[in-house]
């Protein structure tokens, strides 16, 4: 395999580690500055340009964006993707992910558990919002702070109403995050690569500060993680379309509180704390999965007029439940299941004899008018029960 790792710190202890790895493996391997990168536009085909000179041909690549050259380094790996070149992390895995507010939105509506949190921008809807999770004391964070940095705790209200001001008068953009009093300043990272947790650590700050990280002077044990915990970590990393994450969760009374999915995790801290070659065991990933590049499944698909992608939900007393694939239908009509969705398993490719039941998801492909009508209307918020008007009962 002829691998490439993006990344402007070649010395670094993850990209020296990963690099290695891959040699140790037969592999060819070579570190690429993220930012010497062109992206060639002008011919045929996609393609890029690597120091003014056309790129040479490689099987994979692992990249290692830093938050400050988001925008052009997730355009490289996008790049990348057309050409049809497998990366373990997408582009839109890598933009989602360093988003704070993104990757909360996404997460949420999978039924991932967190902290609660809130998003406002105006003054008048601060104190609300800090009702809304909670209470004070609560946690603020920048959207693009790493390690540690932008992520301040308000006792009450007052300094949370006058830091919040503050970092939006310089126009920053903050969430409001309920504060977990349990996790006591400890958090979990857990290393996914692939379908599995590969190594688990966990972080506790130093003396009175609440923030864990490493670079803020936390110490680190290795710990082993119960079947709840991996499962979360591993389908966090997934939802956000990463194969290869640090997974950050905060230990909740009633189970694991998702913090963060770091799509550039630091190997340092947890091969030392597991003494486990957690490089080599992204690498092995790669070299099994380079035969199967990310493709933009909705791109692909939709090219054909009339046809393109949707979810049907089968809702309490449809037609479908108690039936068979075979038996909805959905095949005479030119609709074919990709995945089916029950709580929270994924079953990929399902049997002609999978019996359907309420409340599962299909995402199918097929004629656009032949699905329209499966399609459920937009889900409404369900009103409120009013109080008892004074007049309720008329003359």
Same mark, same amino acid.
């Given at each position: 395999?002829?691998?490439?790792?993006?990344?402007?710190?070649?010395?670094?202890?993850?990209?020296?580690? @990963?690099?290695?790895?891959?040699?140790?493996?037969?592999?060819?391997?070579?570190?690429?500055?993220?930012?010497?990168?062109?992206?060639?536009?002008?011919?045929?085909?996609? +393609? @890029?340009?690597?120091?003014?000179?056309?790129?040479?041909?490689?099987?994979?690549?692992?990249?290692?964006?830093?938050?400050?050259?988001?925008?052009?380094?997730?355009?490289?790996?996008?790049?990348?993707?057309?050409?049809?070149?497998?990366?373990?992390?997408?582009?839109?895995?890598?933009?989602?992910?360093?988003?704070?507010?993104?990757?909360?939105?996404?997460?949420?509506?999978?039924?991932?558990?967190?902290?609660?949190?809130?998003?406002?921008?105006?003054?008048?809807?601060? @104190?609300?919002?800090?009702?809304?999770?909670?209470?004070?004391?609560?946690?603020?964070?920048?959207?693009?702070?790493?390690?540690?940095?932008?992520?301040?705790?308000?006792?009450?209200?007052?300094?949370?109403?006058?830091?919040?001001?503050?970092?939006?008068?310089?126009?920053?953009?903050?969430?409001?995050?309920?504060?977990?009093?349990?996790?006591?300043?400890?958090?979990?990272?857990?290393? /996914?690569?692939?379908?599995? /947790?590969?190594?688990?650590?966990?972080?506790?700050?130093?003396?009175?500060?609440?923030?864990?990280?490493?670079?803020?002077?936390?110490?680190?044990?290795?710990?082993?993680?119960?079947?709840?915990?991996?499962?979360?970590?591993?389908?966090?990393?997934?939802?956000?379309? !990463?194969?290869?994450?640090?997974?950050?969760? @905060?230990?909740?009374?009633?189970?694991?509180?998702?913090?963060?999915?770091?799509?550039?995790?630091?190997?340092?801290?947890?091969?030392?704390?597991?003494?486990?070659?957690?490089?080599?065991?992204?690498?092995?990933?790669?070299?099994?999965?380079?035969?199967?590049?990310?493709?933009?499944?909705?791109?692909?698909?939709?090219?054909?007029?009339?046809?393109? /992608?949707?979810?049907?939900?089968?809702?309490?007393?449809?037609?479908?439940?108690?039936?068979?694939?075979?038996?909805?239908?959905?095949?005479?009509?030119?609709?074919?299941?990709?995945?089916?969705?029950? +709580?929270?398993?994924?079953?990929?490719?399902?049997?002609?004899?999978?019996?359907?039941?309420?409340?599962?998801?299909?995402?199918?492909?097929?004629?656009?008018?032949?699905?329209?009508?499966?399609?459920?209307?937009?889900?409404?918020?369900?009103?409120?029960?009013?109080? !008892?008007?004074? +007049?309720? !009962?008329?003359?």
């Amino acid at each position: 395999m002829k691998l490439a790792i993006l990344s402007r710190s070649p010395g670094a202890y993850s990209t020296h580690r @990963l690099k290695t790895a891959a040699l140790e493996r037969g592999h060819e391997c070579r570190v690429l500055n993220t930012l010497r990168f062109a992206i060639d536009l002008a011919g045929g085909e996609p +393609d @890029l340009q690597f120091r003014g000179r056309q790129l040479s041909d490689y099987d994979a690549i692992l990249p290692r964006i830093g938050a400050s050259i988001t925008y052009f380094g997730t355009a490289v790996v996008r790049q990348f993707e057309q050409m049809d070149v497998y990366t373990p992390n997408t582009s839109n895995g890598i933009a989602n992910s360093r988003d704070k507010l993104r990757a909360t939105q996404i997460l949420s509506r999978h039924d991932i558990g967190m902290p609660a949190t809130s998003f406002v921008r105006d003054k008048a809807d601060v @104190l609300p919002a800090i009702e809304l999770v909670g209470g004070a004391p609560v946690v603020i964070k920048l959207l693009e702070g790493t390690q540690g940095i932008g992520v301040i705790l308000a006792p009450d209200k007052k300094v949370a109403e006058a830091i919040i001001e503050t970092l939006q008068s310089t126009r920053q953009n903050v969430l409001i995050q309920q504060f977990i009093a349990e996790s006591k300043g400890r958090d979990i990272r857990a290393l /996914v690569v692939g379908d599995r /947790v590969v190594g688990a650590m966990r972080r506790t700050a130093q003396g009175d500060e609440f923030r864990s990280n490493v670079h803020r002077g936390g110490s680190v044990e290795a710990v082993e993680l119960s079947p709840e915990y991996e499962r979360t970590a591993v389908r966090a990393a997934q939802i956000m379309g !990463l194969r290869v994450a640090g997974v950050d969760m @905060l230990e909740g009374n009633e189970g694991p509180l998702v913090m963060e999915v770091n799509s550039s995790p630091g190997l340092e801290g947890i091969e030392r704390a597991t003494e486990l070659d957690i490089a080599g065991a992204i690498v092995d990933h790669i070299a099994n999965q380079v035969a199967f590049p990310e493709l933009d499944v909705r791109q692909r698909l939709t090219v054909s007029t009339g046809y393109g /992608v949707a979810e049907i939900h089968i809702p309490e007393g449809s037609a479908f439940a108690g039936k068979t694939i075979n038996e909805s239908g959905l095949r005479d009509r030119d609709i074919s299941v990709l995945t089916l969705h029950r +709580d929270n398993t994924v079953i990929p490719n399902p049997k002609g004899s999978r019996v359907l039941e309420a409340n599962d998801r299909l995402l199918c492909f097929g004629r656009l008018e032949e699905m329209r009508d499966l399609i459920p209307a937009r889900r409404k918020r369900r009103a409120k029960v009013r109080k !008892l008007p004074d +007049d309720a !009962l008329q003359d």
